[in-house]
């Protein structure tokens, strides 16, 4: 045996025990062996090709989900090199897919995509996978090696011809069900969700997706993402469903202290701001230093334009961050050599270098923007101010509500009857819509424990309005005073005045509506009272049965109708169908709505799984002694909030 012969098998034999890590550890290395892991394969290889794209080598990567969910990436670019590197003896090919940590990075161009999970190298997907091929072309042959578990099962040999000019790397494997215990499936959606982001972070690139577990005799399932206009298109996608505050997009881009910046951004008329970052085409979702230095430069170059042109005097104060980036659509984009991540989940960017980097590009074209088009500062500066005159207001609103809380009890609001048991966990309080239900409801309840308070018409709807008329609305300022937590940061669950807080609308789609606001406002502002278990939702009964003296109440048409089969259909049965609350007497309200022995209340829940619905968990609560009147059926409805994503 020669020399070299030993040098390479004692190599074989260190690039096998490496695999070998991965395959033991694989948590280590992917993150997790759960479905997001087995996506992040797909991720992990077709990074490869879009270091290529940055290069400016390719312009076309397409992903294949075959029917048996293997998968396949193919790019046009090079195709990695075949030649033997003399360090190794190995071909680039075996380097890349059989050494860890060396992903496709030949020299020339493009960033080396590293940090956080990413980047970890196709040697990484080959190690997960039950088997792999690859195939590349170039100097008008097709070269293939496979691997099984991580082992070569040959050297890369020829196996075909190929038109001289054509190149590119074609990728093909099977994510090993050892590893991946928990499912080998793929969803569609999410790598089409990844792709086409990736696609928007590079500007001209064409990603296809194409899903071919379809039923015999139907078309495969194909998505291209391609993108000219890359991150300002990115925008675009996010304010498509809203409206523009002005019709330009603006993109800035440069080379700082060896940081490629590229941010783009346009206002839309709402209140919300939505900033998403990444490193390398990676998300940042906990931003970093990119973030701040465009924060900065945002902030300081529109004060500055706005004190210039006399939309800010002398004597006023300078708008804060907040105010300018009210409605603000905007991505950052950063490629740097060496990303450090930082905090709980690593998600947040480091590097001091990119701080300075985005904020010098964006503060130096943002200020040749707004002077070249005046009209768009101008809409800009002029929400803005608007965005501080809300925020001043607000904090007014809030203090005068702070003070009201601390007198304790003397202001509280004119419309609320009270009630005067001082234990609070036997205390509670409806929230009635109308002033009429409020007068019935104000007769029939039970004075000692149950207080009422009346609300005049729809309530604010909170997603849709500016902090200042939040808290300058009557009904919302009436309820904040009236549970006595206080709100925000002087929230204090312990200074509830009432177990329960029940919302009793009509049993119709108004009253649906007038509860869904309710909710949407405790959610927004006072979550923890919905998480706590103290929201419930009042259950009027939609008929009333009266036959030979006797009555029944029934809550829905089932009811009704289970109700008749008992009692026979005939011409004796009164059938009276409520409209709103306004129709029953007190008496009935007592009965039928409000009597803790005999109600039904509905307790909202809020899902942890995912916070952005409101689960409404239908629960019977029939007071702490009788057992219960009739069968209940335990159902879920859900009031959808569709949050900003
Ligand atoms: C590197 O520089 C020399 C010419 O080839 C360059 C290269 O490696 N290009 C390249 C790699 N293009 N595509 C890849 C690649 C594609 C897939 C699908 C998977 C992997 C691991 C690499």
């Given amino acids: 045996m020669s020399n070299e012969e030993v040098q390479y098998g004692a ?71 075949v030649d033997v590197n003399h360090k190794s003896g190995l071909t680039g090919v075996e380097v890349v897919f059989t050494i860890l940590h060396a992903g496709g990075k030949f020299g020339g161009g493009g960033y080396k995509v590293s940090g956080g999970l990413h980047g970890v190298g196709a040697s990484v997907v080959n190690a997960l996978s039950e088997w792999l091929e690859v195939q590349v072309t170039r100097d008008g042959k097709v070269y293939q090696q496979r691997y099984e578990r991580g082992k070569v099962c040959y050297p890369l040999k020829v196996v075909g011809e190929a038109p001289s000019n054509a190149t590119g790397t074609r990728v093909y494997f099977k994510p090993d069900a050892l590893i991946f215990k928990e499912t080998t499936v793929y969803d569609y959606n999410v790598l089409k969700q990844r792709l086409r982001e990736m696609a928007f972070l590079t500007k001209g690139l064409r990603i296809t997706l194409t899903d071919l577990r379809v039923e015999e005799g139907e078309d495969p399932i194909v998505q291209t993402f391609h993108y000219e206009g890359g991150i300002s298109e990115f925008v675009q996608y996010l304010n498509k469903s809203k409206t523009a505050l002005y019709p330009e997009i603006m993109y800035f881009e440069g080379n700082k202290n060896n940081v490629q910046v590229e941010v783009s951004l346009q206002h839309n008329d709402s209140y919300t701001e939505s900033i998403y970052t990444f490193v390398n085409n990676i998300n940042t979702p906990e931003g970093g230093t990119h973030l701040e230095g465009f924060k900065a430069a945002l902030t300081k170059t529109f004060n500055d334009y706005a004190r210039a042109n006399k939309m800010l005097k002398d004597n006023e104060e300078n708008l804060s961050g907040e105010d300018i980036r009210e409605g603000l659509t905007a991505i950052i984009s950063v490629k740097i050599e060496d990303p450090q991540f930082e905090g709980q989940t690593k998600q947040k960017l480091g590097n001091s270098e990119a701080r300075g980097a985005v904020a010098g590009i964006v503060g130096e ?31 007014k609103a809030r203090d005068l509500t702070r003070r009201k809380s601390a007198l304790d009890g003397f202001g509280l609001p004119g419309k609320l009857a009270d009630c005067s048991e001082t234990d609070r966990s036997k205390c509670e309080i409806f929230i009635v819509e109308g002033d009429s239900a409020g007068g019935s409801a104000k007769t029939a309840r039970s004075r000692a424990t149950q207080a009422i308070l009346p609300l005049r018409g729809k309530i604010l709807n909170v997603e849709k309005a500016r902090v200042d008329r939040i808290y300058g609305n009557n009904e919302i300022k009436s309820m904040i005073t009236a549970f006595g937590t206080g709100i925000h940061d002087d929230f204090d669950i312990n200074k509830l005045r009432y177990d329960k807080i029940i919302i009793m609308t009509d049993a119709d789609v108004d009253g649906a509506h007038i509860a869904t606001l309710m909710l949407t406002f405790l959610y927004r ?59 029953m007497d007190p008496e009935q309200l007592w009965e039928t709505t409000m009597d803790p022995d005999r109600r039904v209340l509905l307790r909202v829940n809020i899902d942890e799984e995912s916070e952005s619905d ?27 909030k569709n949050l900003d994503i």
């Fill in 11 to 81: 190599d074989q034999i260190q690039i096998l025990e490496g695999l070998e890590a991965v395959r033991k550890r694989p948590g280590m290395y992917i993150g997790t062996t759960a479905s997001r892991g087995l996506h992040h394969l797909v991720y992990e290889i077709v990074d490869n090709s879009v270091d290529e794209a940055l290069a400016g080598f390719c312009d076309h990567i397409e992903v294949t989900i075959n029917e048996d969910n293997t998968i396949v990436v193919k790019d046009n670019g090079r195709g990695i090199p």
């Fill in 525 to 583: 502002f006072m979550p923890e009272l919905i998480k706590e278990g103290h929201v419930y939702l009042a259950q009027p009964p939609l008929y009333k049965l009266e036959k030979n003296k006797k009555v029944w109440y029934a809550y829905s048409d089932e009811e009704l109708n289970k109700i008749l089969m008992d009692v026979g259909r005939d011409q004796n049965n009164k059938i009276q169908r409520y409209k709103g609350l306004g129709e």
């Fill in 614 to 640: 409101i689960d409404v968990t239908f629960t019977t609560l029939m007071g702490d002694k009788v057992e219960p009147r009739r069968e209940f059926i335990e159902k879920n409805a859900k009031f959808v």
């Fill in 365 to 395: 074209q943002l200020t040749y923007f707004l002077e070249q088009n005046p009209s768009v500062a101008k809409q800009i500066l002029e929400k803005a101010i608007l965005a501080q005159r809300a925020r001043d207001a607000a904090r």
